[in-house]
């Protein structure tokens, strides 16, 4: 079986983490790209203003 090229991560807002509004992105699962920690302006609803997201990890699931 081949190796993943990208992974998913998500983000969050950089003023308010906890926040219920997040993006799921995919992200090159190798190479220098892949030891950057991303950073992108995105929309927020929940304030309805152009925000600045980061990266944090995925959360846990359950089965």
Sequence with gaps: MAKKTHIKVRLVPESKPDSSFFYYVKKPAGGEKAKV??????????????????EKKLPPHSK
């Design 37 to 54: 920690k991303l950073k992108a302006k995105k929309y927020n609803p929940a304030t309805r203003k152009h925000e600045t997201f980061i």
